[in-house]
Nanobody, 115 residues
């Protein structure tokens, strides 16, 4: 049974940083990624990374967020810098084998950027 366990969300001031983690069990995934959903908005791509470390980012986070993964630990990370109020959302870890988003989702972790 596949389980994705997220951690690292919270409240941060504008301009601050946070790091999210998502550890997977029950499967080995080619693709890992993060999506987010703000209130009243559709879920959107934040970043994805392949098993060979090819990355892709949503336009709004390019240059501020960095996705990485540790294949030995079956874990994906999202380093978020220069956070802004518009980054406030529930962030979901996602994993799959071919196309993204994949079939497996984490429970979501709240990120709130506010002074």
């Amino acid at each position: 049974q596949v389980q994705l366990v997220e951690s690292g969300g919270g409240l941060v001031q504008p301009g601050g940083s946070l790091t999210l983690s998502c550890a997977a069990s029950g499967g080995i995934f080619n693709n890992m990624g993060w999506y987010r959903q703000a209130p009243g908005k559709q879920r959107e791509l934040v970043a994805t990374i392949t098993r060979l470390f090819t990355t892709d980012y949503g336009e709004s986070v390019k240059g501020r967020f960095t996705i990485s993964r540790d294949n030995a630990k079956n874990t994906v990370y999202l380093q978020m810098n220069s956070l802004q109020p518009e980054d406030t959302a529930v962030y979901y870890c996602n994993m799959g084998y071919r196309v993204m988003p994949g079939v497996y989702w984490g429970q979501g972790t709240q990120v709130t950027v506010s002074s």
